[in-house]
């Protein structure tokens, strides 16, 4: 019989590359979508456009993380065998302005969905989608499974809940219950606010005369990042293993964000050149003109420096390793931008 999986987040970057995943291998797709004013499916609406076969294996239900009955029911109906629970008020610095907000869903939300398990069905496997902002301010040269945590941000803080909570539920009530602790995972189809794709989106549009320049915060910043692709994998691999554990995803290298930029440009072939002698560091291109301006807007209350993963664990037990080199994934997203501005490319 066909599998079945719920996942929360669907609308989102994983959500949207987990579900092709699933559906690729043979699983109807159920998927929480909370109501919008605007249509906010645009990451899934391929899988009904190019499959129309698809709409026999893939469903979407109305809900919110911070709505248990809704969650309730929709579980109890649709009766899951796993369950990606990838919802949360993602963003970090968000997360200084909503605190609350943050807490309710990216907190309590997994409560929600566990309590829902440990009443209705403790057959359910869970997939709690865990952050390398856990470690914030541990500066250990790689962090594992073993590296303690020290979350800096409101968001962290409520994963740091979901983490536990989800090793609680699996010590507590034999509950298949497992924690990824992924690194930061990119692609075309990251959030517009996250810094990645900010600065491929502003370079493209600099380089085609669509935009004059690109606000920046912390460029020192240094970061484990890796593809979406590979990583909604190893969600995967790790809930079919015999022994729910928890694994740390991630590529193992890491880069500054101000190195990012110069990557990007490198592709587009922009020349720039750095000036760090002020408070807030800027670049200028080769007509002297300033396309980049570091601004205090985007600096954080307290800020994560550093971060690189050892995913030995993952690799060893899950057989899992990254199919994209970080060359790779910024190509990809730089075709992916010009794409999609294609027609607007024309006019210049
Ligand atoms: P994302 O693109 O921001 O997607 C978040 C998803 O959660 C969206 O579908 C969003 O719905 C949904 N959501 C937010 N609040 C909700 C609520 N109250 N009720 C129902 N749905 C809600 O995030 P992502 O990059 O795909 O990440 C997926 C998960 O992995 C998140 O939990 C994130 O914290 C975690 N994570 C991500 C990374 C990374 O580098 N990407 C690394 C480690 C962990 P809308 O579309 O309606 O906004
Ligand atoms: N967003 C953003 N915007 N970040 C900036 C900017 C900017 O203009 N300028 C510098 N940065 C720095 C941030 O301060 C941070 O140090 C780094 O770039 C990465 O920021 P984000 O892309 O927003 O990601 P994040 O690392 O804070 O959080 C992401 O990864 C986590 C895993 O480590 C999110 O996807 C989280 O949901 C995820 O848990």
Request: glycine share 6%.
């Amino acid at each position: 019989m066909k599998k079945c999986a719920f996942i929360t987040g669907i609308t989102g970057q994983d959500g949207s590359y987990l579900a092709k995943f699933l559906l690729k291998k043979g699983y109807k797709v159920h998927g929480l979508k909370r109501r919008a004013s605007l249509i906010n499916t645009q990451r899934i609406d391929d899988i009904y456009e190019d499959n129309f076969q698809s709409r026999k294996k893939f469903f979407l239900h109305h809900g919110d993380m911070t709505d248990a009955s809704s969650l309730q029911s929709i579980i109890e109906k649709i009766k899951p065998d796993e369950i990606y629970n990838l919802a949360a008020q993602s963003h970090v610095a968000v997360s200084f302005e909503q605190p609350e907000y943050t807490a309710n869903t990216t907190a309590l939300g997994t409560l929600r969905l566990l309590e829902i398990i440990r009443q209705t069905n403790r057959k359910i496997k869970f997939y709690q989608a865990g952050t390398s902002e856990l470690y914030g301010g541990i500066y250990k040269k790689k962090q594992n499974e073993k590296t303690p945590f020290h979350p800096r941000s409101p968001y962290a803080i409520a994963k740091l809940y979901s983490h536990w909570l989800t090793k609680n539920y699996r010590d507590a009530y034999g509950i298949f219950a497992c924690n990824g602790i992924l690194f930061n995972h990119e692609s075309p189809l990251r959030g517009e606010t996250f810094v990645t794709k900010k600065i491929v989106s502003a370079l493209v549009k600099i380089k085609y005369g669509m935009q004059k320049k690109l606000y920046l915060g912390n460029i020192y910043s240094r970061r484990d990042w890796g593809h979406a692709k590979d990583y909604v994998e190893a969600m995967w691999l790790m809930m079919q293993k015999k022994k729910p554990e928890d694994f740390v995803i991630s590529t193992g290298k890491q880069i500054s964000v101000k190195k990012f930029v110069n990557l990007v440009c490198d592709v587009l072939k922009i020349d720039i050149y750095w000036n760090e002698k002020n408070k807030f560091p800027y670049a200028t291109d080769s007509k002297n003109k300033v396309i980049i301006q570091t601004s205090s807007k985007y600096f954080r209350p307290t800020e994560v420096n550093t971060l690189v993963g050892d995913s030995k664990k993952a690799r060893k037990i899950l057989k899992w390793k990254p199919k994209y080199d970080l060359r790779k994934l910024v190509n990809e997203m730089i075709d992916y931008e010009i794409y999609l501005h294609k027609n607007v490319k024309k006019k210049f």
